[in-house]
Nanobody
Framework: QVQLVESGGGLVHSGGSLRLSCLASGDIFSIDDMGWYRQAPGKQRELVALISTGGSADYADSVKGRFSISRDDAKNMVYLQMNNLEPEDTAAYYC???????????????WGQGTQVTVSS
């Protein structure tokens, strides 16, 4: 089994910054695409940023120019640098990753438990 654990969430004022981290652990052979999603109360989960194995990144229009996703394959980690935060960014943030487990023939999608980001106005 594989476990993803997020950290770095918290309460910040509008205009502030946070850096989220996600660590993957377990019986990992390799990790393909990794991404960050968020879900605000009363809304569906949405994609925030996605990063491929080669480092190519895609972002939701609402966060372009403010957020930056990166990964460290040696540490099995993915990060989300969030700048110029606004109240609309308030949500639970989840990391996700497609993982090839040792001894497995296919990759499986895993989710973290989430970390709360709250931006006050």
């Amino acid at each position: 089994q594989v476990q993803l654990v997020e950290s770095g969430g918290g309460l910040v004022h509008s205009g502030g910054s946070l850096r989220l981290s996600c660590l993957a652990s377990g019986d990992i052979f390799s990790i393909d695409d990794m991404g960050w999603y968020r879900q605000a109360p009363g809304k569906q989960r949405e994609l925030v940023a996605l990063i491929s194995t080669g480092g190519s990144a895609d972002y939701a229009d609402s966060v372009k120019g403010r957020f930056s996703i990166s990964r460290d394959d040696a540490k099995n980690m993915v990060y989300l640098q969030m700048n110029n935060l606004e109240p609309e960014d308030t949500a639970a943030y989840y990391c996700a990753a497609y993982v090839y487990e040792s001894g497995g023939a296919y990759s499986s999608l895993y989710w973290g438990q989430g970390t709360q980001v709250t931006v006050s106005s």
